[in-house]
């Protein structure tokens, strides 16, 4: 399974961003795509997450209201659209994949990551 994640760039604060998540190779019958995010000098955080059937998500509380997870099954991508972004979302995101059915916000439990991308918000 391979994770290609594009989208990151440099933003102003109150701006937006969309960050796509594009999976190939194997594919299951039943899993979660996930979006994590890395700032500098600290630990891996969970964002959000989708069933990849069905529409069922959850957000971490720090980004609910601002960001949504979508999925276009037919293009086996998943998107993170990102608005009202501000300076303490600067980080690098990262997709990933959960070979199981139910949402979860651990990170150890994802099977497969992508490269991540740089997301920066200035103030």
């Known amino acids: 399974v391979q994770l290609q994640a594009s989208g990151g760039g440099l933003v102003q604060a109150g701006g937006s961003l969309r960050l796509s998540c594009a999976v190939s190779g194997r594919t299951f019958s039943s899993y979660v795509m996930g979006w994590f995010r890395q700032a500098p000098g600290k630990e891996r955080e969970f964002v959000a997450a989708i069933r990849w059937s069905g529409s069922i998500t959850s957000y971490a509380d720090s980004v609910k209201g601002r960001f949504t997870i979508s999925r276009d099954n037919a293009k086996n991508t998943v998107y993170l659209q990102m608005n009202s972004l501000k300076p303490e979302d600067t980080a690098v995101y990262y997709c990933?994949?959960?070979?199981?059915?139910?949402?979860?916000?651990?990170?150890?439990?994802?099977?497969?990551w992508g490269q991540g991308t740089q997301v920066t918000v200035s103030s």
């Open positions: 990933a994949v959960y070979r199981g059915q139910g949402i979860t916000t651990d990170k150890l439990l994802y099977n497969y």
